[in-house]
Every structure is written in structure tokens, then in C-alpha cells.
């Protein structure tokens, strides 16, 4: 296949290239990062808050380097590419762990003129050209491997590994004389050590340490690398992660640094596909155990690492960032931004995705994000959720998947929204996605638009960004999960200084796209553009300075699709006689001459043309008459250039002609409106349980053929913290379904039922107690205790008997000491509408002489009746 990924449209003129990488190299030496009395980092000039918020970004190292000799990428263009997306998206703050294994001998000695540190000097220039501010561990104790098998790489950490590198002798000696060359080090390109850059606002030691020693080692080791630090003549202020072995905080506290670092990966990690829920519970309030301990208030606070992983939604990271600020956060950077020149494989960290180009809505909520951040004051409280969801003119929205800003000057959103803007005359800048009341657009790209004068607009659009497989699953560059596409689209922008018949002139370089506004509306396509109000004289070549950006300035791979793609999940089951709605997203490079849904129901097949709503997206109805008790097949056929492909196979050809081979239809079981509704069966169901791990629980056979049962065997309930020895003792085991999108087509039928049933068994040829709770989309959960026998049973609840429950949150944070149970800001009283996911529970009602015991269950399946 042909890959469009290493043709960049990033071109700039000489004189610009010159102005973007030639950073100041007079800097003023009374701006040194200090930390007051209070714990706060402040600007040395003018006192000042520091507060920075950004990205983790590993282009010059690792995986990523290694891709792009794969790939056969500039690396250096996909640097200059990517920070300028970051300009784009507000980023301020840049933070990596160097990998010392590839830059240092198994002596500490850095290694000059190696060429990953000769790429960081060339992205830290880069990045200091756009204004960005920089916090750099020195040390990872990482191997270069991840996702692949570790290298052979010349650095202690790779002689030593990590928990030697805490206390070997030889590995401590290493890491002094690392660390005291790393800060000498001068960045060839800026010609200032890094010990001097007064962009570089701090360093942290290393890497989530993770010890295990007695609090005066611990003590003693990190005073001795601070030592080594300050030796340089360095005064930026030190920081440490203190997140880790967090029984040790008080060690922390009484040794030489100014500052504490901190990570949240509020849904876990690697789910190994998108987890369902609304998961604004899991990031309502970041609490940190001994923010009242005298010695933590006096040192500044960052984070050094976040994300919600494995969620695709855009509505999270905007809460996120107002949790940080309520928690004294000063400093917060995303981990991590993909390279975009391998985003379309999500091969680096699969557990994590973020990216302009390919995830533009999840971009634009971390853009949305850095405004909070830079908007709400430091331990700022907004209350708990859902009172939270909107606050200082930010919005966060589960259900329609949206975060958004509105204010005198900004108007930012991630998805289609309704909601006013009362000012748009005094906007300055726009971004978003989809529509809006000043801007329509059908592609599937951000845009930008920003104000340069009175009736003077710059438009910047980005290709169209679809995800055609499970981005967070096991991938390889071999495999797209993504693709981008360049289509024509009509865009509407309605600004009352530009007028409704404005003109549209491409800016960025081989553009020679021409169009022009008629009653608001235009076609357009990707690239960067002026709009202009029909009498305005103001001229614009596209080479002048915009804040941090030039004017023309385009980044984006070229969009080449070379194949159709038909995106559709057919339901889990629908109703007999009830008509089904059928849609799907036809992505193809140009417009398909027809779409057609081919329907095997009642009588001969029915053939009913797919039309075109929006953008990609194609429907249909299939009238009830159509929908018997039983199973429905259908398929879905695309005809382009005189050729016709039915899916879901794409073979070439129709579904009726005599050698059609592909008997593999889309295939929906249809229900009577008497049967039950299940909830979840264990068969189908137990890949999305979000549960704790443990080896005694998964699918297991339960005898019957094709059918199964979701096995929890439970060997201590009391859940033992090794990162919080001397947390809260709760004894809990919790798993959790989400099945809305299971009965979306019959979810008019929850406020019906008046039974939920749990068909299941007690494991250890005991009894157990089970608190089932049905869980609404504001996180507020209603439950009760069923009692399980060891043989195979069903056991009943009346939904009237249910009452409010706490929510664990799940999948488990990390780090593991954030708050086990969410506690709203309301109780909502039972919306049967409402509820979307199952929660289990073992513990809650099991007497106290029994928790020490072992417990397990078998579940089935779960319906209403």
C-alpha cells in the first residue's frame, strides 16, 4: 500500500525558517524559576506565577526515532511539523524523561555528538522559537525498547536497571556524573547550557523512582543527586516524583528540593481497546494524601504526566485541568503526543492517543484544556460533579461528548454544539470541530480561525481524520488505525465583520485552491487561508509573524486514500416490527455515485438507497415490516468509477449475482418486544468488564456449548496499596459493564421493566454476597444485594427495592492512592432512561468476620424484566 505519511506540506520561505529557529540569545539572568514560602513557583522578573501547560513529546528517542528510519522521515521536518501544531493548540510547557540509555555510557558520561541529543537540542530550539517553556528529567531508567524488544544501548540504566540505579554504589557514582555533565551540556543550536536556559524552568531527577529503602537513604540518595545538579552552578528549582512509595513522604519533604512531581492515568492503562462510560466521576477532584504535611506545602507542584487513556471521547481533559488547579497543580503536560508522521499506526504508546491531525477532537480538548489552566487560579474549587461541569465559561458534557469555551475573545469547542455565543463581534480566535451558531462545517479536520484585523480573517483547516480500527489495540506500522482525506466541503462562517459575501484566498505555499463566500457559505479544502470582508484593503502575503506563527504556515501528511471505507456496527439486537434506522460512514477519496442497503428480511431481498446526511455518514430505514423475529442480514453496497463493493467483505460485485461468494452479512437478531432485555452476557460481554486485574477472574467455559460465564475469584477483599502502604483500608472488589451502546435499540424499553435478574453461581462451594447497582450517565448508582448459591441460580431484584450505592471508580486511577469511591455533588434519584452500565460489587454487606475470607462468583448474564 502506498502511505501518505511521509509527504509533508510544511514549507516555509528561508527568511521564516531562519525567524523559527533562531531563539534570543541574550536572556535576561533575573528570571530565574524560584519557589516562594508558600510553594509556588514564581518568574524571577516580575514574581509571577509560573504556570505551564503542554505536552510529552519523544521524537529525538526510542521507538519514535526508530520509526522514522523505518518510515524513511526527516525527523527533523516532523519536529518543525509537530511543535508547530503545538503553537496551534496554546501549548506553553514541553516536558520528556530523557533516555540516558541513549545518550550516556554505563559511567554517566554523556555522550556529545550523539545523535538523540543532538535531535533534542534541535526540538528544544524549535519549541523555545514558539514560546514554549521546558521541564527535562534527565534520567528514565528506562531500556530503548518499548513496544519492542530492548536494544543494545550503552547507558547504566541499561547495565544497571532501575532498582539497582537506587542503590548500587557504582550506578548512584554513574548517575552524579550524568546528571553533572547533562547540565553543562550546551545546546549547539542555542549556544546556552542547559543549566542556563532560562526557558528550561526546572529539572526533575529521574523518572518514577519507585523505592523501596528506608526513609534516610532515600533521603540521602536524592540529596546527592541534587548535589551533583547544584554543582553546575544551577539555581532552577529541583523537583522529585513523590507520587511513588508514597509512605515515603516525608523523606521526600526533608531533602534539598523545591518541588514534588505527580502523574494521573485516571481510567488505567491498557484496556487494549476504547473503554465505554462517562469517566467525568474518575477526574471530579485529584486529592493527594498528605497535602496537609507542613513540609508538602512549602514545594511547588507538577504533573508531569496525564491522560484519560483508552477513551476516544473529547470531553475529559478540560476537567482534568481544573483539577490540577484545585489541587495547586503549576504544571501539567499530557503524556504523550504522537509524532504525526506515525499516527496513523498509534504504535508508540497504543494505550494513549493524541494528535491535531488524527485525533483532532481529543486535540482540541487538550487545547480547551491548557485554557483552564492558564484561566483558573491556583486551588480554585468548583465543587463536585455534575455541579462542576460548567464553570468561569467552560463546559464539559458527557452525553453530547463535548468540552467547550466561551468568552469575550475565545470561542473553542470539540464537537457540534448549540450553545450561544452572546459576543461574537469582540472573537478573536475560533477552533473546533463540526458545527456551531458562527461556523458549519461537514469535513471531519479541525479548524482555526483567527482575528488579524477588522474584517480580516486567517482559516486554517486540516484534513479529514477517520479512525477505521481500534486505535488502542495491538497495532503496528504495518497498519493503519487511522486515515486522513482531502475532500471539498461546504463551510458556513457567519462573523459580523465579515459580511456574508467575503473573499477566500489561499495562503499556504502550492495552494492554488480558489473559492469565494456567497450568502456565508463556500467549498473548501484543507490548508491555511485569508478572508477578507468584500471592501476591506488590508493586504496580506502570508510571509508576516502571527504571535507564534507565520501566516501561510501549513502542516499536514498528504492525504492520499487509496481504498473505501464502509464503517458500520450493526446493533446488538432490535425490536420485531419496529423500524430500524440504519447508518454508517462511507469514507471513500471522492464521492460514491450510489449507496444502497440490501436487505434479506420477509419475502425477496429489498433494496433501499443509503442517502448522504453529513459529511461520510449515509442512512437508510428499513420499515418494521421488514423485521420478523429472527435474523436479519443485510449488506451495504458502494458504487464508484462504474465498480460496485459490498461490504462488509468489499468484494467486487453485488449480493445477488450467482458467483457473489461472501456469505459473511451484517447480521442483527431480531427480538420479540416480549423477550427480556439483557444487560450483559458474560459470552459477549466480559472484553469490556472494566475490573481490577487479576489472574482468577476472566471468561470462563461454563459447559453449555458456546455459552460462557464471567468468573471473579477474590483471595484478599482488602485492597493492598504498594504505592500506599498506609492508605484507607477498604475491603472491595468492584467490576463494571457499560452496556448502553449493547440495547441502544431498545433503550426505550428501561422505564418498562420492573425486575433486574442475575443469573450466576457462588464459587469456593460457599455462598456469596453481590451488590448489583444499575449506574446512570451523571455517575450516580442505584443497587442492592443478591445472595449467590454454588449451584447455578437466578437471583432476583425489584428495581423499587434499589437504593443509592457509592460508584467505585473504574478502571482503578493511577496513581493508586486517588479516592476509591466517587462522591457526587447530588443524588439523582433513579432515572431508569438514564442508566448505562452494571456495577458488581464484592464486599459491601459481607460481615466483618467474613472479609478476610475468600470470595468469588460466576455471572452469566444480567436482564431486566
Not at 469575550?408 to 463581534?425: G, I, W
Amino acid at each position: 500500500m502506498k502511505h501518505p505519511l511521509i509527504h509533508y506540506t510544511f514549507i516555509l520561505a528561508s527568511l521564516l525558517v531562519t525567524w523559527l529557529s533562531t531563539p534570543s540569545v541574550a536572556q535576561k539572568k533575573s528570571n530565574t524559576v524560584y519557589v516562594d514560602e508558600q510553594g509556588v513557583m514564581r518568574w524571577g522578573d516580575s514574581k509571577k506565577e509560573v504556570h505551564g501547560f503542554g505536552v510529552n513529546y519523544t521524537a529525538p528517542f526510542a521507538h519514535a526515532y526508530r520509526a522514522a528510519k523505518t518510515l524513511n522521515v526527516d525527523l527533523e521536518k516532523a519536529i518543525d511539523a509537530d511543535v508547530y501544531h503545538f503553537a496551534r493548540l496554546g501549548f506553553d510547557a514541553y516536558r520528556v524523561h530523557v533516555w540516558d540509555t541513549e545518550i550516556s555510557d554505563s559511567l554517566g558520561n554523556l555522550l556529545e555528538g550523539n545523535e538523540h541529543l543532538r535531535l533534542f537540542d534541535y526540538m528544544l530550539m524549535k519549541m523555545k522559537a514558539r514560546g514554549m517553556k521546558l521541564l527535562i528529567t534527565p534520567i528514565a531508567y528506562w531500556n530503548n525498547g518499548y513496544p519492542e524488544p530492548d536494544g543494545n544501548t550503552p547507558g547504566f540504566a541499561a547495565k544497571y536497571g532501575k532498582a539497582d540505579c537506587l542503590t548500587n554504589e557504582g550506578a548512584i557514582r554513574a548517575q552524579e556524573n550524568y546528571l553533572y555533565q547533562f547540565l553543562n551540556h550546551v545546546n549547539p543550536y542555542t549556544k546556552v547550557a542547559y543549566k542556563d536556559d532560562e526557558d528550561l524552568v526546572a529539572f526533575e531527577i529521574s523518572n518514577e523512582p519507585h523505592h523501596d529503602g528506608t526513609p534516610a537513604s532515600v533521603t540521602t540518595f536524592i540529596n546527592r543527586m541534587v548535589k551533583a545538579m547544584r554543582k553546575t552552578g544551577c539555581k532552577k528549582p529541583i523537583f522529585y516524583n513523590i507520587s511513588h512509595s508514597i509512605q515515603l513522604a516525608d523523606a521526600y519533604f526533608k531533602s534539598d528540593i523545591q518541588g514534588g512531581t505527580f502523574q494521573w492515568y485516571p481510567t488505567g492503562l491498557g484496556s487494549q481497546h476504547e473503554i465505554q462510560g462517562n469517566f467525568l466521576p474518575n477526574v471530579d477532584h485529584y486529592v493527594i494524601p498528605f497535602a496537609n504535611a507542613p513540609g508538602f506545602k512549602k514545594i511547588a507542584k507538577v504533573v508531569y504526566e496525564f491522560d484519560a487513556a483508552d477513551v476516544g471521547r473529547s470531553y475529559i481533559y478540560p476537567a482534568m485541568a481544573r483539577s490540577f488547579r484545585e489541587a495547586g497543580i503549576q504544571w501539567a503536560t499530557h503524556f504523550a503526543y504522537d509524532p504525526t508522521f506515525m499516527a496513523y499506526a498509534n504504535t508508540e504508546y497504543n494505550t494513549h492517543y493524541m494528535n491535531l491531525v488524527y485525533a483532532p477532537q481529543k486535540a482540541l480538548s487538550l487545547k480547551i484544556a491548557s485554557e483552564v489552566f492558564h484561566t483558573v487560579p491556583l486551588y480554585k474549587s468548583y465543587g463536585r460533579y455534575p455541579a462542576n461541569a460548567a464553570f468561569d465559561g467552560f463546559r464539559v458534557s458527557y452525553e453530547q461528548d463535548l468540552a467547550e469555551v466561551i468568552t469575550d475573545k475565545k470561542f473553542f469547542h470539540t464537537n457540534t454544539t448549540t450553545s450561544p455565543v452572546p459576543h461574537p463581534e469582540t472573537l478573536e480566535e475560533i477552533a473546533g470541530a463540526g458545527n456551531s451558531n458562527l461556523v458549519r462545517y461537514e469535513g471531519l479536520g479541525a479548524y482555526f480561525l483567527d482575528r488579524l484585523e477588522k474584517g480580516v480573517w486567517r482559516l486554517e483547516i486540516l484534513p479529514d481524520a477517520i479512525w477505521v480500527s481500534n486505535v488502542f489495540g495491538k497495532n503496528s506500522l504495518k497498519k493503519e488505525v487511522a486515515v486522513l482525506n482531502t475532500r471539498a466541503w461546504p463551510m458556513a462562517v457567519t462573523l459580523p465583520d465579515l459580511g456574508s459575501d467575503f473573499s477566500v484566498t489561499a495562503l499556504n505555499d502550492n495552494n492554488t485552491y480558489t473559492t469565494k463566500a456567497s450568502n456565508n457559505t463556500f467549498t473548501i479544502l484543507p490548508g491555511t487561508y485569508l478572508l477578507k470582508e468584500r471592501n476591506s484593503t488590508a493586504s496580506r502575503k502570508g510571509d508576516e509573524k502571527w504571535k507564534n506563527i507565520v501566516l501561510k504556515e501549513f502542516s499536514a501528511p498528504a492525504a492520499v486514500l487509496d481504498k473505501t471505507y464502509v464503517l458500520h456496527t450493526p446493533p446488538s439486537e432490535v425490536k420485531e416490527a419496529k423500524a430500524l434506522n440504519v447508518e454508517a460512514s462511507v469514507v471513500s477519496a471522492s464521492e460514491p455515485e450510489a449507496v444502497e442497503l440490501i436487505v434479506f428480511g420477509v419475502g425477496r431481498p429489498q433494496t433501499y438507497a443509503m442517502k448522504r446526511d453529513k459529511g461520510y455518514r449515509y442512512v437508510a430505514t428499513i420499515p418494521g415490516d421488514q423485521l420478523n423475529v429472527g435474523f436479519l442480514r443485510y449488506y451495504i453496497t458502494v458504487k464508484e468509477k462504474d465498480a460496485v463493493h459490498t461490504y462488509p467483505s468489499g468484494l467486487t460485485g453485488l449480493p445477488l449475482q450467482w458467483d457473489f461468494y461472501d456469505d459473511n452479512a451484517y447480521q442483527v437478531p431480531v427480538v420479540s418486544n416480549t423477550n427480556d432485555l439483557y444487560l450483559f452476557n458474560a459470552i459477549t460481554d466480559a472484553r469490556d468488564v472494566m475490573r481490577q486485574w487479576s489472574k482468577t477472574s476472566g471468561l470462563m467455559p461454563n459447559g453449555k456449548p458456546g455459552d460462557g460465564e464471567f468468573v471473579v475469584n477474590v483471595e484478599h477483599l482488602l485492597n493492598s496499596d504498594p504505592e500506599n502502604k498506609n492508605g484507607e483500608k477498604i475491603y472491595d472488589y468492584s467490576f463494571r459493564y457499560t452496556f448502553a451502546r449493547k440495547i441502544a435499540a431498545r433503550k426505550d424499553e428501561l422505564p418498562l421493566r420492573k425486575k433486574l435478574i442475575v443469573k450466576g453461581r457462588a464459587l469456593n462451594d460457599r455462598p456469596c454476597t453481590l451488590q448489583v447497582a444499575l449506574v446512570m450517565n451523571d455517575g450516580t448508582a442505584y443497587g442492592a444485594t443478591v445472595t449467590l448459591d454454588p449451584n447455578a441460580t437466578e437471583a432476583t431484584l425489584n428495581l423499587n427495592q434499589l437504593h443509592p450505592v457509592k460508584l467505585v471508580t473504574l478502571p482503578r486511577p493511577y496513581p493508586s492512592f486517588l479516592p476509591y469511591y466517587f462522591e457526587s455533588s447530588k443524588q439523582s434519584p433513579l432515572n431508569l432512561s438514564a442508566v448505562e452500565a452494571l456495577q458488581f460489587s464484592i464486599g459491601p454487606s459481607i460481615p466483618a468476620t467474613e472479609l478476610d475470607r475468600k470470595h468469588g462468583v460466576a455471572i452469566e448474564s444480567v436482564r431486566l424484566e
